[in-house]
Nanobody
Framework: QVQLVESGGGSVQAGGSLRLSCAAS????????MDWFRQTPGKEREGVAS???????TYTDSVEGRFTISKDNANNTLYLQMNSLKPEDTGMYYC????????????????????WGQGTQVTVSS
């Protein structure tokens, strides 16, 4: 069983920063990879940043150099530090945990069984 609870979303002006958190509760499931997705109305959910148990990270091109994914294993918490935010970063941000391999690419974990959080809204105004 996996439960994920995101927090830290909000409204910010362009150029500002936000830090998202995802508190994970995991029972009898081996999680090898975690990532952040975002979704805007009318668009598919897209992978933003991923991190595997080896500490390797990947990002989608549009956030490279501005966002940083990290995790605190002692507290079972995943983070997404978002700097230099742009209006196009607006969306619902979802935390996900993947039970399976550790392959990651382009800001997402590949394969495995994915568990989702409920999402947290990020709004960036110009």
């Amino acid at each position: 069983q996996v439960q994920l609870v995101e927090s830290g979303g909000g409204s910010v002006q362009a150029g500002g920063s936000l830090r998202l958190s995802c508190a994970a509760s995991v029972y009898r499931v081996r999680i090898n990879c975690m990532d952040w997705f975002r979704q805007t109305p009318g668009k598919e959910r897209e992978g933003v940043a991923s991190i595997n148990n080896g500490g390797t990270t990947t990002y989608t091109d549009s956030v490279e150099g501005r966002f940083t994914i990290s995790k605190d294993n002692a507290n079972n918490t995943l983070y997404l530090q978002m700097n230099s935010l742009k209006p196009e970063d607006t969306g619902m941000y979802y935390c996900a945990a993947v039970a399976g391999g550790q392959l990651i690419s382009g800001g997402r974990c590949l394969g495995g069984i994915r568990y989702w959080g409920q999402g947290t809204q990020v709004t960036v105004s110009s």
